[in-house]
């Protein structure tokens, strides 16, 4: 069978010999049919895909003639007249066979999850020997050649996420492995061999916060090396009560940040480490415009207390926050709260949260000056990757 390849450019593999897919509008057809693999693709719809609402009069002819030009080139030992096994033709389209293990995408989907249940499962090692045989099957980006048409913007999604949740899990396999040992380890060769000036990490590991003790050694060593941390939340299935209307995302992905900066002040994990530099995706969830209700908790309540003398109205002010909060008003008060050299631009791209234009977002905030939009739109950022000192 033929192996096919989309995590990155996209390939075809026949045993030993390199398949030639053809043109660029013949490659958009594969990668259509391998987003649908195993699945019929009507005719019309593979017309819309390739040439959009309008496609010219020769469409379907060039359709026909990019399927026979695909067939050759998948099964180029058929009769002239024999049946392809490859590219079916099967009303009201074709559908394209892609055997068991033979989709690098499905593939990785499988060793991902496989990971991940291996890890609820307290079985360390295994998740991290399937989950390590996963990634290995990126070669770059998803479906990289495509990926500004319509067909490719869900599929990329998708796998951009579980990309990013199986290296979270492989993370999270290490430090149960060896303690902070290797994943250290990982983060040194990354800085030595990559140059690497900033790892993301989530705001909560396998339902343990990042501020628990055992994760200090990695975030110690990440500020040794001036390394800035960027914290977002990870999370595979919805939310227990947050199943409905998208709210795992729209409010669990925030309150998950809130929860992990709470944990970071109040646990002392701040002050241990005051050089730490950590950037909150979506301008810090909802810690900004809840800071004076954490601040009277810390002089009230013993338990927020008990451990860190500092103010969490003073630790906020080390943090750094992206701009991705959408309303122009609410990132005029994050600035006001921490300041514009601690907010630097944020779109969420590729995924369907984008702020599909973020300088458009940032031109709208109020009574915006000069040095504060240079600052967001890329002075702290240039500060944060040490490129420069944020100034105009």
Request: net charge negative; hydrophobic share 45%; proline share 6%.
């Given at each position: 069978?033929?192996?096919?390849?989309?995590?990155?450019?996209?390939?075809?593999?026949?045993?030993?010999?390199?398949?030639?897919?053809?043109?660029?509008?013949?490659?958009?057809?594969?990668?259509?049919?391998?987003?649908?693999?195993?699945?019929?693709?009507?005719?019309?719809?593979?017309?819309?895909?390739?040439?959009?609402?309008?496609?010219?009069?020769?469409?379907?002819?060039?359709?026909?003639?990019?399927?026979?030009?695909?067939?050759r080139a998948l099964e180029p030992g058929r009769a002239?007249?024999?049946?392809?096994?490859?590219?079916?033709?099967?009303?009201?389209?074709?559908?394209?066979?892609?055997?068991?293990?033979?989709?690098?995408?499905?593939?990785?989907?499988?060793?991902?999850?496989?990971?991940?249940?291996?890890?609820?499962?307290?079985?360390?090692?295994?998740?991290?020997?399937?989950?390590?045989?996963?990634?290995?099957?990126?070669?770059?980006?998803?479906?990289?050649?495509?990926?500004?048409?319509?067909?490719?913007?869900?599929?990329?999604?998708?796998?951009?996420?579980?990309?990013?949740?199986?290296?979270?899990?492989?993370?999270?396999?290490?430090?149960?492995?060896?303690?902070?040992?290797?994943?250290?380890?990982?983060?040194?060769?990354?800085?030595?061999?990559?140059?690497?000036?900033?790892?993301?990490?989530?705001?909560?590991?396998?339902?343990?916060?990042?501020?628990?003790?055992?994760?200090?050694?990695?975030?110690?060593?990440?500020?040794?090396?001036?390394?800035?941390?960027?914290?977002?939340?990870?999370?595979?299935?919805?939310?227990?009560?947050?199943?409905?209307?998208?709210?795992?995302?729209?409010?669990?992905?925030?309150?998950?940040?809130?929860?992990?900066?709470?944990?970071?002040?109040?646990?002392?994990?701040?002050?241990?480490?005051?050089?730490?530099?950590?950037?909150?995706?979506?301008?810090?969830?909802?810690?900004?415009?809840?800071?004076?209700?954490?601040?009277?908790?810390?002089?009230?309540?013993?338990?927020?207390?008990?451990?860190?003398?500092?103010?969490?109205?003073?630790?906020?002010?080390?943090?750094?926050?992206?701009?991705?909060?959408?309303?122009?008003?609410?990132?005029?008060?994050?600035?006001?709260?921490?300041?514009?050299?601690?907010?630097?631009?944020?779109?969420?791209?590729?995924?369907?949260?984008?702020?599909?234009?973020?300088?458009?977002?940032?031109?709208?905030?109020?009574?915006?000056?000069?040095?504060?939009?240079?600052?967001?739109?890329?002075?702290?950022?240039?500060?944060?990757?040490?490129?420069?000192?944020?100034?105009?």
């Amino acid at each position: 069978m033929v192996q096919f390849r989309l995590l990155g450019p996209l390939e075809a593999q026949d045993g030993e010999r390199r398949v030639e897919l053809g043109r660029p509008k013949q490659r958009a057809l594969l990668a259509v049919l391998l987003v649908h693999a195993n699945q019929v693709v009507p005719l019309d719809r593979l017309i819309e895909e390739l040439w959009g609402e309008e496609p010219p009069p020769q469409a379907a002819a060039s359709l026909q003639t990019y399927v026979s030009n695909l067939r050759r080139a998948l099964e180029p030992g058929r009769a002239a007249r024999a049946l392809s096994r490859v590219l079916v033709s099967q009303p009201p389209g074709y559908r394209l066979v892609v055997g068991a293990g033979d989709l690098d995408a499905a593939r990785f989907a499988a060793l991902a999850e496989e990971g991940h249940r291996f890890l609820q499962a307290h079985r360390p090692a295994a998740a991290a020997r399937v989950l390590r045989e996963g990634l290995a099957l990126w070669r770059g980006p998803a479906l990289a050649e495509v990926a500004d048409e319509a067909f490719a913007q869900a599929e990329r999604n998708r796998l951009e996420e579980l990309r990013v949740a199986a290296l979270e899990d492989r993370l999270a396999a290490d430090l149960d492995l060896d303690g902070h040992a290797a994943a250290v380890a990982e983060l040194e060769r990354v800085v030595g061999k990559y140059g690497f000036k900033a790892v993301e990490i989530g705001t909560s590991i396998e339902g343990e916060q990042l501020a628990a003790e055992r994760f200090r050694p990695l975030l110690r060593r990440a500020s040794e090396l001036n390394v800035f941390v960027f914290a977002h939340p990870y999370y595979i299935g919805a939310k227990a009560g947050l199943e409905s209307y998208y709210l795992t995302n729209l409010i669990g992905n925030p309150l998950d940040t809130t929860v992990m900066l709470a944990n970071l002040m109040f646990s002392g994990a701040l002050d241990e480490l005051p050089e730490l530099k950590i950037v909150l995706a979506h301008g810090g969830g909802f810690t900004p415009y809840q800071i004076g209700r954490l601040v009277h908790g810390h002089k009230v309540r013993s338990e927020a207390h008990g451990i860190t003398k500092s103010s969490p109205k003073e630790l906020l002010k080390r943090i750094y926050f992206d701009s991705l909060v959408f309303e122009p008003q609410a990132l005029r008060y994050l600035i006001d709260l921490v300041g514009a050299d601690h907010v630097c631009i944020g779109t969420d791209a590729p995924f369907d949260m984008a702020d599909v234009d973020p300088k458009a977002t940032i031109d709208a905030v109020p009574a915006l000056t000069p040095q504060e939009r240079h600052c967001v739109c890329c002075g702290t950022a240039l500060k944060l990757l040490c490129e420069g000192d944020g100034e105009l």
